[in-house]
């Protein structure tokens, strides 16, 4: 397969319905009222998940950038302090947005076989190839967990 071919098909996976569901359909209709309810057995709200995307995938952005990156702490930076609001959850899902644009900006640039810029942090050659993997795993796990999540308040 050349670079290019798996470049497109990368660039899919982030941002087209392939085994998952996207984003955008799971927040079409989401009961927004509820977005800072934790539901019995869950350990976080709807508003949590959505900025832990958010904050996961800027990181993943900033870590690939050419530019110094500072590690953050796990797990106390990754997930939000105060309640959301309705503003906010629009504004965090906008980012989302904007930062995976940012980052197939950045990959369709790049030899997805090579290391990012900031690789060596980590002490391992990260590449862009694991970078998109990790950020469309990542958003696939935790849009999963919405999905659950608005059924149970929607059953309300």
Known sequence: MSEQAL??????LLTEPQAHVQLSDVLDGFPIQRLNE??????????ELLWHLWYAQRDILEFVQDAPYTEREWPAA??????????????????IQ????????????????????????????????????LIADHNAYHVGQLVVLRRLLDAD
Do not use: C, I, K
């Open 98 to 133: 904007a930062d995976l644009d940012e980052f197939l900006a950045l990959l369709d640039g790049a030899d997805v076989y090579a290391a990012v810029p900031n690789a060596m942090l980590a002490g391992t050659a990260q590449t862009w190839l694991r970078e998109a993997l």
């Open 38 to 47: 934790r539901v019995a057995g869950l350990p976080y709200s709807a508003w």
């Open 7 to 12: 470049r497109r098909h990368l660039r899919a």
């Open 78 to 95: 990754y997930w939000p302090t105060a309640a959301g609001t309705v503003e906010n959850w629009h504004r965090t899902f906008e980012g």
